[in-house]
């Protein structure tokens, strides 16, 4: 017994000592990221603790190695060790993916969604000038058709500021055919629940990056689920959910440099 105590001491020391011995060589090489960040809404100092924060959480999401911190007033280093894919990453890091859920503008259902040919007969029909609480935006709901043009609402009923969760789903077992599920915050589920239940037989639409996505009309109240459709790929879903459920980044971020060291 004495002897196997001592043995299984020995394999503990050897394995704690060789994680910190792994850890050190792959921290001796990797990328160095140099990203300038734009506030908008937020002021600048905000805008900086925001992206540090946000960043932070989807490198820790994605399972790199890394460290991020503030360089100057508007620029973050972000250093990156052994990673293998940084492409991959550099894209993850940058998107803001701003998620918006907004009322559009047309008639309730049973009656079709109202859609435009131009963006200028939008306007058109809007008496020539776009009020400050209305938006056009493109929508092409199948591949096939040609663009078309719908008014929604502003500001959002809801945001990417209330999401609690996002994931990558898929009902066909398609790898080109993914789907994005979100669940919202309690404040965003009670605001949404609230807009829903006053609002049934209305249409409302699915924004991402000012792309509509889709377009639904409410059947009834909900809550603190949706769904952003598209026919993602397998990966392109699981990136997108990644960052949505990483936190809401309103900074909008551009590399300045990029670097290797240790190679």
């Known amino acids: 017994m004495k002897f196997k105590s001592i043995l299984s001491l020995l394999l503990l020391i050897c394995a704690v000592f060789g994680c910190k011995m792994f850890s050190g060589l792959m921290k001796q090489s990797g990328t160095i990221l140099i ?17 540090v924060s946000v960043l932070q959480k989807r490198l820790y999401a994605f399972g790199a190695n890394s460290d ?7 620029r973050i280093e972000v250093k990156i060790y052994g990673v293998e894919n940084p492409e991959r990453i550099k894209k993850l890091l940058i998107s803001q993916s701003r998620l918006e859920m907004c ?28 009020p400050a609480n209305r938006k056009i935006l493109k929508y092409n709901p199948v591949e096939e ?34 789907q994005i599920s979100f669940l919202l915050n309690p404040e965003g589920a009670q605001t949404f629940g609230e807009w829903t239940a006053k609002n049934i037989n209305n249409y409302i639409a ?11 009309f409410i059947k009834s ?5 949706g769904e952003i459709s598209g026919k993602f790929t397998k990966q392109t879903a699981e990136d997108l959910a990644l960052v949505l459920r990483s936190g809401y980044l309103d900074a909008k971020l551009t590399f300045i440099e990029e670097k290797t060291f240790g190679k």
């Open 35 to 51: 990203i300038e960040v734009e506030g908008d809404k937020l002021t600048q100092e905000n805008a900086m603790e925001q992206t």
């Open 68 to 74: 991020v911190a503030k360089i100057s007033e508007n």
């Open 103 to 130: 009322k559009v503008i047309t008639a309730p259902n049973p009656a079709p969604v109202q859609t435009f040919p131009t963006k200028e007969a939008a306007i058109q029909s809007l008496g020539k000038e776009i």
């Open 145 to 178: 058709r040609a663009e078309q043009w719908i008014i929604i609402e502003t500001p959002s009923i809801v945001n990417g500021s209330h999401l609690r969760d996002a994931s990558a789903v898929s009902r066909t077992g398609n790898e080109n055919d993914y």
């Open 206 to 216: 699915v924004i991402l990056n000012d792309e509509i996505k889709s377009v639904a």
């Open 221 to 225: 109240q909900i809550t603190d689920a």
